[in-house]
């Protein structure tokens, strides 16, 4: 009976510390191109705290609709201002961590062979361009942008494709299925298939990774110990080693998110 007793103890301890584990962990929306910096970081962080990060890995778009819809999760983290803003507006995530630039490029193949120097040689006939889809990700919003800015819709008649991540946008850009397209410099960071031509910065719209403690979160204190790593110098410097240049000017937390409408957003949000 004793045995017996001592082996329903150590069955009840094991359960209880396993359940302990358990609660100690975060799953974290993270957008798919920052997949890099974020496993490095979550990969300190789990030393730090002896806690789990899980994650999910896609296009700002779909994690936005995927939080709004489940209202799970503890830390949100996107290559865009413009869709932090969204779900802060929508009561979804807290104050937000600006992280980096996120800034769109014009991208093509090594060797630029069809001579692409300006945004406005992507309307040339026969150029074909790849784009990220609108509704999925931040940087096919911001590219709609950058198009609509600079009355350059006409583009859009030479894209043969568009793309959920900026991944699958670099990876068709190597196979050759495109000329040209626009993302962000740190996608092609060290990638020595394509080149990456500058937008004039007149008329580029810059993006900043942004994140966010979720507001239903069970574990907010894990999840904001999180966020505050991945916002600090250590974290900046490990986004910096993936091409993310660590934003310097007032971080978004300062800047008013009080929106009343889609008039009232700054240009750099509205995409």
Do not use: C, W
């Not at 609660?23 to 789990?52: C, N, Q, R």
């Not at 091409?243 to 009343?260: D, K, L, Q």
Request: hydrophobic share 45%.
């Amino acid at each position: 009976m004793n045995l017996l007793k001592r082996a329903l103890t150590v069955t009840l301890l094991s359960l209880l510390s396993i359940t302990a584990f358990a609660a100690e962990s975060i799953f974290v929306y993270s957008g798919a191109g920052l997949k890099k910096p974020m496993e490095e970081i979550a990969t300190l962080f789990e030393k730090e705290h002896d806690a789990t990060v899980e994650f999910n890995f896609a296009g700002s778009g779909q994690l936005l609709a995927q939080l709004e819809t489940t209202r799970k999760g503890d830390a949100f983290i996107v290559g865009s201002d413009a869709t932090y803003l969204v779900a802060h507006k929508k009561g979804l995530v807290g104050d937000a961590y600006a992280i980096s630039h996120h800034t769109p490029a014009i991208v093509v193949l090594k060797g630029n062979p069809k001579g692409i120097e300006v945004l406005e040689d992507l309307a040339k006939p026969g150029m074909k361009i790849i784009l990220g889809d609108a509704k999925a990700n931040a940087i096919g919003k911001t590219a709609q942008n950058i198009l609509q800015k600079n009355q350059l819709e006409k583009i859009n008649e030479n894209v043969v494709s568009t793309a959920n991540t900026i991944n699958e946008m670099v990876m068709q850009m190597a196979l050759g299925n495109a000329d040209a397209t626009i993302a962000t410099v740190d996608a092609v960071f060290m990638n020595d298939n394509v080149e990456v031509i500058a937008i004039d910065p007149a008329k580029n719209i810059d993006q900043i990774v942004t994140g966010a403690v979720i507001t239903s979160s069970k574990q907010p204190q894990l999840a904001k110990a999180f966020m505050d790593l991945a916002a600090s110098n250590e974290g900046k410097a490990i986004f910096a080693k993936y091409g993310f240049a660590p934003v310097e000017e007032m971080p978004v937390e300062e800047i008013s998110v009080e929106i009343t409408s889609e008039a009232d957003q700054p240009e750099s949000t509205q995409n």
